[in-house]
């Protein structure tokens, strides 16, 4: 009895079709849309649907689809029915209750088009950033493939990142703009990414994918620093390397030398060069084969200019990862001392020469 009170505390599904409500629908005074429109009332029928599901947990994935069947049908509801229920959603979303697959209902043409779709988005997460921070929401969304699909709750001719940060950020839900922002570069990263990794399959030249990798870069707003990254990564998935450790420095090191130009054009900051570094560090600790080529690149790199004496004894002083510290300090010992006297006769031809 109890189970079959709370379903229909919240779920009139007496709906005709094209999504109008039903003329003999009879609503308890127990019914959600009939409750005060404030959050605390709603996290009282929330705290219902918890205690139910955990106690009847087959019953969670049937609540899932008809609050998903419900969503469909929410030009059937008044505004002010359709803010508590979004507010139940959002609140039903951060208890686990519900996955946020079912945001997928929001997508449709119709509730679209008139905008009950972006509206009803707007209380949904308010409610639901109530309950969680937004690094919780964003991992949900993710779980379900969601975190690329918001822009959808707009039409075609206002779905872009501008528009969506202005309309939430003006309902008060501005980490949600900037998750958004945030995805999109993400987005354009991954395709850059892809772009620059066929261009170099194609053997096109080096100075062609600067120029294009550098007008893209500032197109999409992109760092040096999340660049050099993303280069040293196409850089290393271009080629297929050997399982042999004796003969894969030597494959590294002449195919590196190929792209020292594509580096070196985007380690103009120091902080460029130790993110690089470190980069490096992690690739030759996470590939057994190169656990011990990491000196032999960095002493490459050194040589084309692309990381400077600074940058290296920064990073072996301080800056370096836990990631196989032991092995690779120990590899460049002999080098660092090199840098280090040869940095100290500079500095006395400079004092001799004044």
């Known amino acids: 009895m109890l189970l079959v009170f709370a379903f229909t505390l919240t779920v009139p599904l007496n709906l005709t079709p094209g999504g109008t409500l039903s003329d003999d629908l009879t609503r308890t005074e127990f019914c959600l849309f009939t409750a005060q429109e404030d959050l605390e009332t709603m996290q009282a029928y929330a705290q219902v649907f918890n205690k139910l599901i955990r106690r009847y947990k087959y019953l969670e994935k049937g609540f899932e689809e008809e609050i998903k069947k419900l969503l469909l049908f929410l030009k059937g509801f008044t505004e002010s029915e359709r803010n508590k229920l979004a507010m139940l959603t959002g609140i039903l979303l951060a208890n686990g209750n519900i996955s946020a697959h079912i945001l997928s209902s929001l997508f449709n043409e119709n509730l679209v088009k008139e905008g009950v779709s972006a509206a009803f988005a707007v209380k949904l997460f308010k409610s639901w950033l109530n309950e969680r921070d937004i690094g919780s929401v964003a991992g949900s969304l993710r779980k379900v493939?969601?975190?690329?699909?918001?822009?959808?709750?707009?039409?075609?001719?206002?779905?872009?990142?501008?528009?969506?940060?202005?309309?939430?950020?003006?309902?008060?839900?501005?980490?949600?703009?900037?998750?958004?922002?945030?995805?999109?570069?993400?987005?354009?990263?991954?395709?850059?990414?892809?772009?620059?990794?066929?261009?170099?399959?194609?053997?096109?030249?080096?100075?062609?994918?600067?120029?294009?990798?550098?007008?893209?870069?500032?197109?999409?707003?992109?760092?040096?620093?999340?660049?050099?990254?993303?280069?040293?990564?196409?850089?290393?998935?271009?080629?297929?390397?050997?399982?042999?450790?004796?003969?894969?420095?030597?494959?590294?090191?002449?195919?590196?030398?190929?792209?020292?130009?594509?580096?070196?054009?985007?380690?103009?900051?120091?902080?460029?060069?130790?993110?690089?570094?470190?980069?490096?560090?992690?690739?030759?600790?996470?590939?057994?084969?190169?656990?011990?080529?990491?000196?032999?690149?960095?002493?490459?790199?050194?040589?084309?200019?692309?990381?400077?004496?600074?940058?290296?004894?920064?990073?072996?002083?301080?800056?370096?990862?836990?990631?196989?510290?032991?092995?690779?300090?120990?590899?460049?010992?002999?080098?660092?001392?090199?840098?280090?006297?040869?940095?100290?006769?500079?500095?006395?031809?400079?004092?001799?020469?004044?």
Not at 166 to 174: E, I, N, Q, V, W
Not at 332 to 344: D, I, N, P, Q, R
């Open 145 to 354: 493939g969601m975190d690329n699909r918001l822009m959808e709750l707009f039409p075609a001719n206002k779905r872009s990142c501008e528009h969506f940060s202005k309309y939430f950020s003006d309902a008060g839900l501005k980490e949600l703009s900037d998750f958004a922002r945030n995805q999109e570069s993400i987005g354009a990263r991954k395709e850059l990414q892809k772009e620059v990794q066929e261009l170099m399959s194609q053997g096109e030249p080096i100075k062609d994918i600067i120029v294009y990798s550098k007008e893209e870069m500032k197109k999409n707003s992109i760092s040096e620093q999340t660049m050099i990254s993303m280069l040293w990564s196409c850089i290393m998935s271009s080629v297929e390397w050997n399982k042999k450790e004796e003969l894969v420095t030597e494959q590294a090191i002449r195919h590196l030398k190929q792209y020292s130009l594509l580096l070196k054009a985007f380690t103009s900051q120091g902080l460029s060069e130790l993110t690089l570094l470190l980069k490096i560090q992690e690739y030759c600790y996470d590939n057994i084969h190169f656990m011990k080529t990491f000196q032999k690149i960095v002493v490459l790199l050194y040589k084309a200019d692309v990381l400077n004496e600074e940058s290296i004894l920064k990073w072996y002083n301080e800056e370096h990862l836990a990631k196989g510290k032991g092995m690779f300090l120990e590899q460049m010992k002999k080098f660092v001392e090199w840098l280090k006297s040869a940095e100290e006769e500079s500095e006395s031809e400079e004092e001799a020469e004044d």
